[in-house]
């Protein structure tokens, strides 16, 4: 698979005029000697219907050890100062960079505040100042962080949490709230390349992570919520704004319109624990009319027992037989991270690079396999072809009546388990299943098309029938994505 004042002496340019962003604004100005010690104003307009602003600064002289430190005001209070700490920021309604208020993004005259720490006779500072407004009706999926932790064409893995009732042992053996600090630090122990953090109906939890993302800088934080409802639970991976979660309240939306909203802000979601009933101990979680066209997924493991994730199987399949392409994966659904239960199971994306794009584009893909095991080595990839004509995981292929299609697995980390194909649900009892052997195995087989429209995956499971590996069905003969 191969798949973003005090004024004297000082002047500014405010500039509308890029062609991408067209509200954007690039703020420029000379900073001279004699405002050394003091603040300087520079103010700009913040439009309406905003809802994050992100700030890029920098400024000439450092190599005369100039200092300038940096600061912010809306047009009612102090939304914070990172002095000369950071060379950018990002203000949102729900989370901020550290040093910084989340809140409100009030339209009227916000005001960068620029401390002339220091500046020697002589001498000035030029200053160049970008702000994009990102508008309420505009898609943000960037995450914490501005560019991809690693490139390149390679598997990544990646756990889920609900961390908004999460609890850990505390230094004195109390039971405590678990910070978000503590659930990350066990999923780097645990090797994952990315989690998402899943508090239910939160997003408060996105200020920490935005904290905690340029110290963790080998794992990628990817923002997510747990939509508790009491139609179902799921969760939305992507966007940090608010989405309203009470769904079937009385003078509430239903839960397509929670859908609706999630998609519309270019989340991936995902229906969770799809098996488990409405009852005392998992309140609305029983799903029932749902407009599957607004899910990306579904949660077809959830945990470690095999009479829980079977019975999601089971459910995830009934959805893929009435007709509806969604994408299996994984979820710890941790409340305990110090249990070591984190990435248990873990799902295995197949990306082009490690950032919440990226991540986020290959599950809408299907290019996704779940570890039950924790592992961090097992990997189950599919392809299939007709002639010339290739198809892997999540993907569709045309074969006509009669026509022979090639069937390819390969398996790493499953030596002494057994590869079976599965056909719509059922073990296909024309391709028995095969051993595995060695670090890495690669299994050919043929099947003859119908004509008819099926779907084809793999699992690798035990000598005593243990499920270690499930992968993402390649859809055959099935209509093309819109």
């Given amino acids: 698979?191969?798949?973003?004042?005090?004024?004297?002496?000082?002047?500014?340019?405010?500039?509308?005029?890029?062609?991408?962003?067209?509200?954007?604004?690039?703020?420029?100005?000379?900073?001279?000697?004699?405002?050394?010690?003091?603040?300087?104003?520079?103010?700009?307009?913040?439009?309406?219907?905003?809802?994050?602003?992100?700030?890029?600064?920098?400024?000439?002289?450092?190599?005369?050890?100039?200092?300038?430190?940096?600061?912010?005001?809306?047009?009612e209070r102090f939304r914070g100062s990172s002095g000369g700490n950071k060379h950018a920021f990002s203000i949102g309604i729900a989370d901020a960079t550290p040093s910084y208020l989340p809140g409100p993004l009030l339209p009227g005259t916000w005001k960068l505040l620029i401390g002339v720490a220091y500046l020697g006779e002589g001498h000035t500072s030029s200053y160049q100042a970008h702000i994009h407004f990102a508008r309420t009706n505009e898609v943000d999926t960037t995450g914490f962080i501005t560019s991809p932790i690693a490139i390149g064409d390679r598997w990544y893995l990646h756990m889920h949490t609900a961390h908004s009732d999460g609890s850990c042992t505390s230094q004195s053996g109390k039971m405590?709230?678990?910070?978000?600090?503590?659930?990350?630090?066990?999923?780097?122990?645990?090797?994952?390349?990315?989690?998402?953090?899943?508090?239910?109906?939160?997003?408060?939890?996105?200020?920490?992570?935005?904290?905690?993302?340029?110290?963790?800088?080998?794992?990628?934080?990817?923002?997510?919520?747990?939509?508790?409802?009491?139609?179902?639970?799921?969760?939305?991976?992507?966007?940090?704004e608010f989405l309203d979660f009470r769904s079937e309240a009385r003078g509430a939306p239903s839960i397509n319109q929670v859908f609706r909203a999630a998609q519309a802000a270019g989340a991936v979601v995902s229906v969770n624990h799809p098996g488990d009933p409405t009852g005392a101990s998992c309140i609305g979680c029983g799903w029932s009319v749902t407009e599957w066209n607004l899910v990306n997924g579904i949660e077809a493991v959830n945990g470690e027992d095999p009479k829980h994730y079977e019975a999601d199987i089971r459910f995830w399949e009934q959805q893929?037989?009435?007709?509806?392409?969604?994408?299996?994966i994984g979820g710890s659904d941790t409340h305990r991270p110090e249990r070591g239960t984190i990435g248990h199971p873990t799902t295995v994306v197949h990306a082009q690079e490690l950032s919440v794009n990226g991540i986020?584009?290959?599950?809408?893909?299907?290019?996704?396999?779940?570890?039950?095991?924790?592992?961090?080595?097992?990997?189950?990839?599919?392809?299939?072809?007709?002639?010339?004509?290739?198809?892997?995981?999540?993907?569709?292929?045309?074969?006509?009546?009669n026509n022979g299609v090639s069937l390819a697995a390969h398996v790493t980390g499953a030596s002494g388990s057994t590869l079976r194909w599965v056909l719509d649900g059922k073990e296909l009892p024309t391709l028995p299943p095969e051993s595995l052997s060695?670090?890495?195995?690669?299994?050919?087989?043929?099947?003859?098309?119908?004509?008819?429209?099926h779907w084809l995956r793999a699992e690798v499971r035990t000598a005593v029938g243990t499920l270690q590996l499930l992968s993402n069905p390649i859809f055959l003969n099935w209509p093309a994505k819109p």
């Fill in 320 to 328: 893929l037989a009435r007709g509806y392409r969604l994408v299996a």
């Fill in 360 to 401: 986020l584009d290959a599950i809408r893909k299907g290019h996704v396999c779940i570890d039950l095991t924790a592992s961090h080595d097992k990997i189950i990839d599919l392809q299939a072809s007709d002639g010339a004509i290739q198809a892997a995981m999540g993907e569709e292929l045309t074969a006509a009546r």
């Fill in 1 to 75: 698979m191969n798949t973003r004042q005090l004024f004297h002496f000082c002047c500014f340019l405010l500039l509308g005029l890029s062609p991408l962003h067209a509200q954007d604004l690039d703020l420029h100005g000379t900073i001279v000697h004699q405002q050394a010690d003091s603040y300087v104003f520079v103010p700009f307009e913040v439009p309406s219907g905003i809802k994050r602003l992100d700030v890029s600064f920098s400024y000439t002289g450092r190599e005369d050890h100039i200092t300038l430190d940096l600061g912010l005001l809306d047009p």
């Fill in 438 to 453: 060695g670090d890495s195995a690669d299994k050919t087989a043929s099947w003859t098309s119908d004509g008819q429209r």
């Fill in 176 to 240: 405590v709230p678990c910070t978000v600090f503590v659930t990350v630090e066990e999923a780097v122990q645990h090797k994952l390349d990315f989690i998402a953090i899943t508090d239910h109906n939160a997003i408060s939890h996105y200020d920490a992570e935005r904290e905690l993302q340029p110290y963790f800088d080998q794992i990628l934080l990817i923002p997510g919520r747990e939509m508790t409802t009491y139609s179902g639970h799921a969760n939305v991976f992507g966007p940090t």
